[in-house]
């Protein structure tokens, strides 16, 4: 299940196999891509011009332009709407005080310098591990005070990697 938000109005989504529902309806859009993230849309009889014009996986939102206008669609899947009712949704707002490893792996790259300003969602820096590379991501704006390692370092589960 999926919770899209429009214009501060919610969608309850859900899918299974070929067929969509959009609040309890079976939803019975003819959707056409026409490429280069431009959709030809037709619901009960009439034509939508759909672009995709931005999408910001961090925050899972979505910028759209139907027929000229700009429509931003804000995502959130089942994961998010457990931790929302678990109280849990903002954990990332607020202060950030250091970035910890996540798991055993190896600093393969390094995407910012003691100094710089983030914002939450950018990306910090690249840990592989099990021979998978993950993006760690800021939780939340912040100014790096100090990075604790450097390109090429193995680290441990729970080692402090970036200050703010």
């Known amino acids: ?15 299974s196999g070929d067929a969509l529902t959009l609040n309890n309806a079976r939803l019975d859009w003819d959707i056409v891509p026409l490429g280069n993230g431009h959709y030809h849309i037709l619901h009960q009889g009439q034509g939508y011009s759909a672009e995709l014009v931005k999408v910001d996986s961090a925050t899972k939102t979505f910028t759209l332009k139907i027929n000229g206008q700009l429509q931003v669609v804000e995502l959130k899947d089942k994961f998010d709407l457990l931790l929302e009712k678990m109280g849990m949704q903002h954990t990332g707002a607020g202060k950030v005080n250091n970035i910890k490893a996540p798991m055993p792996g190896l600093i393969i790259d390094l995407k910012i310098s003691a100094g710089d300003t983030v914002k939450a969602g ?43």
């Open 1 to 15: 299940m999926y919770r899209a938000s429009v214009n501060q109005q919610v969608f309850e989504i859900e899918g």
């Open 122 to 164: 950018d990306p910090l820096l690249i840990l592989e591990a099990m021979k998978m590379e993950n993006i760690l991501k800021s939780p939340g704006d912040g100014v790096v005070k100090s990075i604790k390692i450097k390109k090429g370092d193995s680290v441990e589960k729970g080692q402090v990697l970036v200050e703010f």
